[in-house]
């Protein structure tokens, strides 16, 4: 019988982190065989079930992700733009499948990171939920049914501990309408007004972020016209459909040739 694919996961101490451990320990379809967290981190040398405050998973938890890397067949990754930079470069190295969730990485981080995948697997989704990437699809049609008479704006909110505006979602949401408008995103956006902003330049993409409480991530995308308007929204309500498509990705990752893919690939939409 062939071995399941061992899994390592990165920002393990953190929400997605810990939803992950639980998740693929329990999947039956990989192993969990590494958990990396900062350095220095109090978590490091114990096993990560117990510290999560559990049963023993038989891992124990390290700082230094090389080291865990070179026993994976893929890292999930869902920790800070900076991390995610690093760990793409050591996860090519290891040749493990990388796939990353983390959002806010700018240019420069997304340019690194498209070096690593010369050399591996990498799938990168702002939002890995079937759901969400169903609404992305939604979104590209609607907007390439509707002329710039219909306004885009998207709202969305999450919990207050996010720490970037507009959320990865929101972004992915705001390219869809772009391409099926055929503009650009960059020269169309428009984000968090506040004062007197003038009226709404034709063809604009609107963003706007709430921030509070527990929200898992809600996200609506609004075609406004004169005397109507369509509202498309998607309504997480658990880390648990992004810690699902992760895994999937994983897995699909292992019969992939290198190079850069998004849930679109995973899901085959
Ligand atoms: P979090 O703050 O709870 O967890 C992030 C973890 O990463 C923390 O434990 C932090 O210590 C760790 N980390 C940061 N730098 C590290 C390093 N150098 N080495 C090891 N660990 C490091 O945040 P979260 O809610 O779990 O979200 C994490 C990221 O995932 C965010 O960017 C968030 O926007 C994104 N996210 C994406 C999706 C998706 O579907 N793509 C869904 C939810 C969250």
């Not at 390290?62 to 995610?84: C, E, H, K, M």
């Amino acid at each position: 019988m062939t071995e399941l694919p061992g899994i390592v996961i990165t920002g393990a101490s953190g929400r997605m982190g810990q939803m992950l451990i639980r998740l693929v320990s329990a999947s039956g379809k990989a192993r969990l065989v590494g958990c990396v967290v900062r350095e220095g981190h109090p978590w490091v040398g114990r096993d990560v079930g117990a510290a999560m405050g559990g049963a023993p998973l038989g891992v124990a938890v390290t700082d230094d992700p090389l080291q865990a890397f070179a026993r994976a067949q893929a890292v999930i990754d869902f920790s800070s733009p900076s991390a995610t930079v690093e760990f793409a470069g050591l996860a090519a190295q290891a040749r493990a499948v990388h796939v990353i969730g983390t959002t806010g990485l700018e240019s420069d981080h997304l340019h690194k990171i498209s070096w690593a995948a010369h050399h591996a697997v990498i799938i990168r989704a702002g939002n890995m939920s079937l759901g969400v990437n169903l609404l992305v699809r939604l979104t590209r049609k609607v907007a390439q049914a509707l002329d710039a008479d219909w306004d885009v704006e998207i709202v969305e909110a999450h919990h207050r501990m996010k720490v970037d505006a507009p959320s990865g979602t929101a972004l992915m949401l705001g390219q869809a309408a772009a391409d099926g408008r055929g503009i650009d995103l960059d020269s169309a956006r428009v984000s968090g007004r506040d004062g007197i902003t003038g009226a709404r330049d034709r063809g604009s993409i609107g963003f706007a972020a709430i921030r509070g409480g527990d929200v898992v991530g809600e996200h609506d995308v609004i075609f406004a016209a004169d005397g109507e308007r369509i509202v498309l929204r998607h309504i997480a309500t658990d880390r648990a459909i992004f810690a699902r498509g992760a895994l999937r990705a994983a897995l699909w990752g292992q019969s992939a040739k290198p190079g850069q893919y998004d849930m679109m690939d995973v899901l085959g939409l």
